[in-house]
Protein backbone atom coordinates (compact mmCIF):
# COMPACT_ATOMS: atom_id res chain seq x y z
CA UNK A 1 0.00 0.00 0.00
CA UNK A 2 1.39 3.35 -1.01
CA UNK A 3 1.06 6.08 1.17
CA UNK A 4 -1.63 8.23 -0.79
CA UNK A 5 -3.52 4.96 -1.32
CA UNK A 6 -7.25 4.69 -0.64
CA UNK A 7 -6.55 1.96 1.69
CA UNK A 8 -3.76 4.07 3.69
CA UNK A 9 -6.17 7.03 3.92
CA UNK A 10 -9.55 5.16 5.60
CA UNK A 11 -6.96 3.44 7.94
CA UNK A 12 -5.77 7.29 8.71
CA UNK A 13 -9.23 8.56 8.87
CA UNK A 14 -10.55 5.29 11.17
CA UNK A 15 -7.75 5.70 13.39
CA UNK A 16 -8.47 9.96 13.57
CA UNK A 17 -12.29 8.76 14.51
CA UNK A 18 -10.91 6.30 17.06
CA UNK A 19 -9.46 8.55 18.76
CA UNK A 20 -12.12 11.58 18.69
CA UNK A 21 -14.43 8.41 20.11
CA UNK A 22 -12.01 7.97 22.79
CA UNK A 23 -11.48 11.88 24.01
CA UNK A 24 -15.67 12.24 23.92
CA UNK A 25 -15.97 9.04 26.02
CA UNK A 26 -13.55 10.45 28.83
CA UNK A 27 -15.20 13.58 29.08
CA UNK A 28 -18.49 12.41 29.31
CA UNK A 29 -16.80 10.09 32.21
CA UNK A 30 -15.12 13.39 33.62
CA UNK A 31 -18.67 15.35 33.40
CA UNK A 32 -20.19 12.21 34.93
CA UNK A 33 -18.47 12.39 37.94
CA UNK A 34 -17.92 15.86 38.40
CA UNK A 35 -21.16 16.77 37.46
CA UNK A 36 -21.58 20.53 36.00
CA UNK A 37 -19.53 22.09 38.01
CA UNK A 38 -16.53 20.36 35.81
CA UNK A 39 -17.85 22.75 32.91
CA UNK A 40 -15.93 25.69 31.69
CA UNK A 41 -17.39 28.48 33.16
CA UNK A 42 -19.67 26.94 36.17
CA UNK A 43 -17.75 26.86 38.87
CA UNK A 44 -18.57 29.59 41.41
CA UNK A 45 -15.74 31.60 40.82
CA UNK A 46 -17.00 32.06 37.49
CA UNK A 47 -20.35 32.72 38.55
CA UNK A 48 -19.09 35.43 40.86
CA UNK A 49 -16.55 36.94 38.02
CA UNK A 50 -20.03 37.19 35.98
CA UNK A 51 -22.40 38.83 38.68
CA UNK A 52 -18.95 41.53 39.32
CA UNK A 53 -19.15 42.16 35.48
CA UNK A 54 -23.24 42.56 35.14
CA UNK A 55 -23.11 44.96 38.69
CA UNK A 56 -20.06 46.46 37.44
CA UNK A 57 -21.84 47.56 34.17
CA UNK A 58 -24.98 48.00 35.84
CA UNK A 59 -23.71 50.65 38.06
CA UNK A 60 -21.77 52.70 35.39
CA UNK A 61 -24.44 52.88 32.91
CA UNK A 62 -27.25 53.64 35.67
CA UNK A 63 -24.58 56.49 37.23
CA UNK A 64 -23.93 57.76 33.29
CA UNK A 65 -27.67 57.89 32.67
CA UNK A 66 -28.10 59.87 36.51
CA UNK A 67 -25.78 62.55 35.58
CA UNK A 68 -26.60 63.18 31.86
CA UNK A 69 -28.36 66.05 31.04
CA UNK A 70 -29.22 68.40 28.07
CA UNK A 71 -31.69 70.73 28.48
CA UNK A 72 -32.35 70.89 24.73
CA UNK A 73 -33.44 67.22 24.83
CA UNK A 74 -34.44 65.54 28.56
CA UNK A 75 -37.32 63.22 27.56
CA UNK A 76 -34.83 60.46 26.38
CA UNK A 77 -32.15 60.93 28.67
CA UNK A 78 -34.68 61.09 31.67
CA UNK A 79 -36.74 57.88 29.98
CA UNK A 80 -33.27 55.97 29.84
CA UNK A 81 -32.55 56.87 33.62
CA UNK A 82 -36.28 55.62 34.61
CA UNK A 83 -35.59 52.37 32.41
CA UNK A 84 -32.28 52.18 34.37
CA UNK A 85 -34.14 52.03 37.68
CA UNK A 86 -36.12 50.37 40.16
CA UNK A 87 -38.28 50.44 43.45
CA UNK A 88 -38.34 53.89 45.49
CA UNK A 89 -35.78 55.92 43.39
CA UNK A 90 -37.92 55.08 40.41
CA UNK A 91 -40.72 56.68 41.62
CA UNK A 92 -39.08 59.84 43.56
CA UNK A 93 -37.29 60.40 40.19
CA UNK A 94 -40.76 59.82 38.30
CA UNK A 95 -42.48 62.12 40.86
CA UNK A 96 -39.51 65.14 40.32
CA UNK A 97 -38.88 64.44 36.31
CA UNK A 98 -40.85 67.69 35.45
CA UNK A 99 -39.08 69.70 38.19
CA UNK A 100 -35.92 68.51 37.20
CA UNK A 101 -36.60 68.93 33.09
CA UNK A 102 -37.82 72.73 34.21
CA UNK A 103 -34.76 73.43 36.34
CA UNK A 104 -32.10 72.21 33.49
CA UNK A 105 -34.00 74.18 30.91
CA UNK A 106 -33.77 77.58 32.87
CA UNK A 107 -30.27 77.39 33.97
CA UNK A 108 -29.44 75.72 30.02
CA UNK A 109 -27.59 72.68 31.43
CA UNK A 110 -25.64 70.21 29.77
CA UNK A 111 -23.52 67.98 31.87
CA UNK A 112 -21.18 65.07 30.28
CA UNK A 113 -20.01 62.51 33.07
CA UNK A 114 -17.59 60.37 32.60
CA UNK A 115 -17.81 57.35 34.88
CA UNK A 116 -13.87 56.49 36.13
CA UNK A 117 -14.25 53.99 38.41
CA UNK A 118 -16.40 51.47 40.12
CA UNK A 119 -16.00 49.45 42.87
CA UNK A 120 -17.91 46.37 44.31
CA UNK A 121 -18.52 47.26 48.20
CA UNK A 122 -21.42 43.91 48.36
CA UNK A 123 -23.19 41.79 46.51
CA UNK A 124 -25.51 39.78 48.34
CA UNK A 125 -29.60 38.28 48.56
CA UNK A 126 -30.30 40.21 45.11
CA UNK A 127 -28.83 43.48 46.41
CA UNK A 128 -25.59 45.21 45.64
CA UNK A 129 -23.56 48.29 46.49
CA UNK A 130 -20.95 50.02 44.72
CA UNK A 131 -18.91 52.76 45.04
CA UNK A 132 -18.89 55.21 41.69
CA UNK A 133 -16.37 57.89 41.13
CA UNK A 134 -17.30 60.04 37.91
CA UNK A 135 -16.28 63.62 36.64
CA UNK A 136 -18.88 66.07 35.24
CA UNK A 137 -18.35 68.71 32.88
CA UNK A 138 -21.00 71.19 33.09
CA UNK A 139 -22.04 73.88 31.28
CA UNK A 140 -24.62 76.52 32.08
CA UNK A 141 -26.34 79.98 31.85
CA UNK A 142 -23.96 80.87 34.83
CA UNK A 143 -20.56 79.54 33.55
CA UNK A 144 -20.64 80.45 29.78
CA UNK A 145 -17.64 83.36 31.03
CA UNK A 146 -15.27 80.84 32.92
CA UNK A 147 -12.01 80.49 31.05
CA UNK A 148 -10.12 77.10 30.93
CA UNK A 149 -7.57 76.12 33.02
CA UNK A 150 -5.09 73.27 34.23
CA UNK A 151 -7.35 71.79 36.16
CA UNK A 152 -10.31 71.96 34.22
CA UNK A 153 -9.56 72.66 30.30
CA UNK A 154 -13.27 72.77 29.23
CA UNK A 155 -13.64 77.16 28.86
CA UNK A 156 -17.33 77.71 29.15
CA UNK A 157 -17.83 74.82 31.97
CA UNK A 158 -17.30 73.43 35.27
CA UNK A 159 -15.47 70.12 35.89
CA UNK A 160 -16.72 68.49 38.97
CA UNK A 161 -15.20 65.04 40.60
CA UNK A 162 -17.96 62.84 42.43
CA UNK A 163 -18.11 59.80 44.32
CA UNK A 164 -21.17 58.16 44.67
CA UNK A 165 -22.83 54.99 46.67
CA UNK A 166 -24.89 53.45 44.52
CA UNK A 167 -27.36 50.72 45.51
CA UNK A 168 -28.35 48.02 43.01
CA UNK A 169 -31.40 45.79 42.71
CA UNK A 170 -31.67 42.37 40.68
CA UNK A 171 -34.23 42.53 38.53
CA UNK A 172 -36.16 40.21 35.97
CA UNK A 173 -34.23 42.55 33.76
CA UNK A 174 -31.49 42.67 35.30
CA UNK A 175 -29.61 44.81 37.66
CA UNK A 176 -31.37 48.33 38.07
CA UNK A 177 -30.39 51.28 40.68
CA UNK A 178 -32.37 51.50 43.13
CA UNK A 179 -30.66 54.44 45.57
CA UNK A 180 -27.73 56.52 44.73
CA UNK A 181 -26.08 58.92 47.50
CA UNK A 182 -22.72 61.52 47.18
CA UNK A 183 -20.06 60.64 49.56
CA UNK A 184 -18.74 63.07 51.14
Known amino acids: MSP???ATRWRVANMVLAAVL???IAAAIVVAIGGRKVLPGTSPADRSEKQY???TGAARTALDAFLSVNYKDMDPLQD???NLSTGSFKKQYSAAR???KAAAQTARVVATPTVREVGINQ???GRATAVVAADLVRKNSATKKVKATKSCPH???KCLYFRFTVELT????GWKLSDVEPVS
Not at 170 to 173: E, G, H, I, L, S
Open 4 to 6: GSP
Open 170 to 173: KTAD
Open 123 to 125: IKD
Open 98 to 100: VNI
Open 80 to 82: RLL
Open 155 to 157: AGA
Open 53 to 55: VAV
Open 22 to 24: VLA
